[in-house]
């Protein structure tokens, strides 16, 4: 009998990029069998979107309002959930602005018989048609750099390659691996909860990446990095508006690898990332004191394995006051 298969989309405050990615899903040529559609309170026109074009009434679609902001790593808890209690065999997940080629489930689903993998994945495209290398690689936990993943190299794509990381960006599990590794861990919020994920994926297996089915990643909507030079040198900042994706990526990233390969490594990890981002606030930056507020709070926090997902929302309003008091 054919395994079924259920997508899973996470959506917030993006209704446009929503329905392009289920009329994307809607015209696989192996069809899926179901979509589950979690929305983390957008407060956007998603909603009424959905039922005035009539996604709502399609028996496939299951579409969960949440009451907040759970971000990606929630969205996908809850939805991966819903897809595994309702019987699925596959879950294939992504964020909204993700839009399979049509062939992309077809192509995937003969890895689906191979023994002893963590799941299958599709070769991630940028909207410039070039492979998103920084999607798909190989776990380096042990490593003292900035990322925990060795990227593939598009220069080098077999048909079928054997990986170990994938971002949730057209990433298939079996209910048999999430049986046994459990859900994404929502405590993250944002930022390498897929990461995390793939570490316990590997205890199953490794993912197998099918390069023939590809999936556009339109994650055009990123952050605008201002270039500040200082002494002969040019460096891109964050603005301020966009240190709380940094809050949580150094959190994350810094947790995940105390939790999983232990505190010496994660000790020089944290020494390495602070050092280097605090001369890069006291050479490049103003309101450095606030700055360095951010990247401290992320190292204590994810020592503690304290997941406050509120708090960078506190730092940025603490930091909004101090500048409209000298202004």
């Not at 809607?26 to 026109?45: C, E, K, L």
Request: hydrophobic share 40%; net charge positive; aromatic share 10%.
């Amino acid at each position: 009998m054919r395994e079924t298969v259920a997508a899973v989309v996470v959506t917030y405050n993006r209704s446009k990029l929503l329905l392009e990615c289920l009329d994307a899903l809607f015209r696989q040529t192996r069809p899926v069998d179901g979509i589950v559609v979690i929305d983390n309170a957008s407060s956007d026109d998603t909603a009424k979107l959905l039922e005035s074009k009539g996604y709502l009434a399609n028996s496939k679609i299951s579409y969960t309002r949440l009451k907040s902001n759970t971000g990606g790593a929630g969205g996908f808890y809850h939805g991966m959930k819903t897809a595994y209690e309702s019987g699925f065999d596959w879950i294939w997940v992504m964020d909204d602005d993700a839009e399979p080629y049509d062939d992309a489930l077809e192509l995937m689903e003969p890895s689906f018989a191979v023994n002893n993998i963590g799941g299958v994945a599709n070769l991630a495209l940028g909207v410039d048609s070039l492979p998103q290398v920084e999607h798909r690689g190989w776990l380096q936990l042990r490593s003292s750099g900035q990322r925990a993943h060795r990227p593939i190299d598009a220069r080098a794509l077999g048909k079928n390659m054997e990986i170990s990381f994938a971002s949730f960006v057209g990433l298939a599990v079996h209910r048999d691996a999430i049986r046994k590794v459990g859900l994404p861990k929502r405590e993250l919020f944002i930022k390498g909860d897929d990461l995390e994920y793939c570490v316990r994926l590997a205890g199953v297996g490794p993912l197998i990446l099918v390069t023939d089915s590809k999936i556009r990643h339109k994650d055009v909507v990123a952050a605008t990095y201002a270039r500040s030079r200082r002494f002969g040198y040019s460096s891109a900042r964050v603005p301020m508006d966009k240190l709380w994706l940094s809050y949580f990526s150094l959190r994350n990233l810094l947790w995940i690898r105390r939790h999983y390969v232990g505190s010496g490594i994660a000790a020089r990890f944290a020494a390495r990332q602070f050092a280097r981002t605090l001369l890069g606030i006291l050479i490049f930056d103003s309101q450095r004191f606030v700055r360095s507020r951010f990247f401290w709070n992320a190292i204590a926090d994810a020592w503690r394995g304290v997941f406050d997902n509120d708090k960078p929302r506190r730092l940025t309003g603490m930091a909004q006051s101090v500048a409209k008091s000298k202004s």
